[in-house]
């Protein structure tokens, strides 16, 4: 995650290289790596289906428990 640290909320990205890879992530970042992009952004230029899904579904089951207090 310390790659990501310069965005608001960098675990989309984390995950999405986990997923991916790194050059990967970096590519639908913007590639510099510095610049700060929207999570909406950043998830509409992942061009593989099942790294998007794998990001949505993560994001989606921790905002279920974090609403619920449990995160």
């Given at each position: 995650m310390e790659h990501w640290t310069h965005q608001s909320d960098p675990i989309p990205f984390a995950l999405a290289e986990y997923n991916a890879g790194a050059s990967r992530a970096q590519r639908?970042?913007?590639?510099?790596?510095?610049?700060?992009?929207?999570?909406?952004q950043f998830l509409q230029k992942i061009d593989f289906p099942a790294t998007r899904r794998y990001v949505e579904s993560i994001i989606d089951r921790y905002e279920f428990y974090r609403r619920r207090g449990r995160m």
């Open positions: 639908w970042s913007g590639g510099n790596g510095v610049a700060e992009i929207p999570e909406s």
